[in-house]
């Protein structure tokens, strides 16, 4: 008898139907898996005979064979289990097949029968409703995440005898609980805890502004890693829609909770990373740490540090937002639309300027770590000096605090939101050239002071653009709809100091 049941394999941050065909014959009594399984996915003969055991149901006694199709696609991890479990139950009688059409099924069973959670629930969740189907199964713990996708019915059982009590119509989950009123935590670092680098600052709300990239270089203790942590307390809240991309990607990696992610994502990776750690891939493709910090901070410390393959890996994502990873015969994609916060040394010793020991050849073989194509995609360089001794002991010295910086980003991606309505494009960075051309048009003394800008030191084509970009950013900020000559200029000195690097 053949009963066949669908389920969802995870490719990338998208989910993938894969049909689960259990064929039952008589002969000796053996389990075959086929259709290109990992080793996870062949031990799943072992989880399921004992699962149904000790569940009180049969397992046949004859020559079993399960197909997952299509067979060209490799089928990895224990989320078939479930599937798996209901197409034997099917083929052999257990459960009414045609019960099995409308539900897609998916999650891992334990020797007893327990259903255990699984990653990639979102995205599976996502698939069955694209798919078709109007109900979907998974463990009661990932029934929650699942149902932030709508226009589905999502049914979180906690074991077997549950699943076959539901595919016979006698028993019905309560429904998932909604998730609560979206509001994100207050964040626990403030920038007024921060004295002194007003220019830091100042580049960090243009960040956020306008999810510009940024690298700040200073001495160490001069303040970088505080500032950096401060940057997504002034980061407006993920909308409903991106908080579902961020928790998609999490629930991929097998980092999410099984609820909605409120507060954008804040990666710090150590400067020994792999290039697949930082960027995505494997032998199973997963996330890296740029597609995790998705719709937030990406900081890098000790950017030098980090190896040269690793930071040139990040090129094509910092330009595109998305990784593409190629595997055998198969590309994936993952999101990347995070912004990158880079922060190093001046130098190889580190030391104030009056004590630095390096030369000019120690000084060029350290900014040659950071090539120039790499500084091209960063559109803010901030050289930060050590706090003056008076700043730090200065008791009633008070900074703007990060609520305050918060409200004018709020108010200047509102503006953006409202201009780029249809384009695709969230923020300034995120425009293309055609956008720029549209949106960013200076005129007069602003450009004239743009092509001064040029004679100084010739800039790309794309370093025009992210200074144009930058500079529609500082008007944001202004509230502003035209590009002044200000605007221009702040821009300019901020993107001069990439090239400044570079040379």
């Known amino acids: 008898m053949l009963a066949s049941v669908a389920t969802f394999a995870i490719e990338g941050v998208e989910s993938r139907e894969v049909v689960v065909e259990a064929d039952l014959r008589r002969g000796l009594p053996v389990f075959t898996i086929v259709g290109l399984p990992d080793a996870a996915v062949r031990e799943a003969r072992e989880r399921v005979r004992a699962a149904l055991l000790n569940s009180g149901l049969e397992f046949p006694l004859q020559r079993l064979t399960a197909n997952l199709a299509p067979a060209d696609v490799r089928k990895a991890g224990p989320s078939f289990d479930l599937a798996l479990a209901a197409a034997v139950l099917a083929a052999s009688g257990q459960v009414p097949r045609e019960a099995l059409g409308s539900y897609a099924l998916c999650g891992e069973l334990s020797l007893g029968g327990a259903l255990r959670p699984v990653r990639g629930a979102l995205a599976m969740a996502f698939g069955a409703r694209a798919a078709g189907f109007e109900r979907l199964i998974v463990p009661v713990e990932n029934a929650g995440e699942a149902a932030l996708v709508g226009r589905l019915e999502v049914l979180g059982v906690p074991d077997l005898a549950r699943m076959v009590a539901v595919l016979r119509g006698e028993w019905r989950p309560d429904a998932p609980a909604p998730p609560a009123p979206f509001t994100a935590p207050a964040p626990a ?101 740029i597609s995790l910090a998705h719709r937030g901070v990406l900081f890098l410390d000790e950017l030098a540090e980090f190896s040269r393959s690793a930071l040139e890996a990040l090129r094509q994502p910092l330009e595109s937002g998305r990784v593409e990873v190629s595997r055998g015969q198969r590309a994936i994609s993952f999101p990347a639309a995070a912004i990158m916060v880079g922060a190093c040394n001046p130098c190889p010793c580190a030391r104030s300027k009056d004590e630095c ?60 939101r409202e201009r780029l309505t249809g384009t695709g494009a969230l923020s300034n960075s995120e425009m293309d050239a055609r956008s720029t051309r549209r949106h960013v048009r200076p005129e007069g003394l602003a450009r004239s002071r743009l092509i001064e800008g040029h004679a100084r030191r010739a800039l790309t084509g794309r370093g025009h653009d992210r200074v144009l970009r930058l500079a529609r950013t500082v008007a944001d900020l202004a509230g502003r709809d035209s590009i002044q000559p200000g605007d221009v200029e702040e821009a300019l000195g901020f993107r001069l100091g990439a090239e400044t690097v570079a040379a």
């Open 357 to 416: 020991v390096c030369n000019e050849v120690d000084h060029a073989r350290y900014a040659r770590r950071l090539s120039g194509p790499l500084l091209d995609r960063i559109d803010l360089v901030c050289e930060l000096d050590a706090t003056a001794p008076l700043e730090l002991v200065e008791a009633g010295t008070t900074a703007e605090t990060s609520a305050t910086v918060r409200a004018r980003v709020m108010a200047a991606r509102d503006r953006q």
């Open 189 to 289: 670092d403030d920038l007024g805890d921060v004295r002194g680098q007003t220019d830091a600052k100042r580049a960090l709300e243009l960040a956020a502004a306008g999810g510009h990239n940024l690298l700040m270089i200073g001495p160490p203790g001069a303040g970088k890693t505080m500032l950096a942590r401060r940057l997504p307390g002034i980061l407006p809240d993920p909308s409903f829609e991106e908080a579902v991309e961020i928790t998609r990607v999490h629930s991929v990696a097998g980092l999410g909770d099984g609820t909605l992610s409120r507060r954008r994502p804040f990666r710090a990776p150590h400067h020994t990373i792999s290039i697949s750690g930082l960027v995505g891939g494997g032998s199973t493709p997963r996330p890296g740490e």
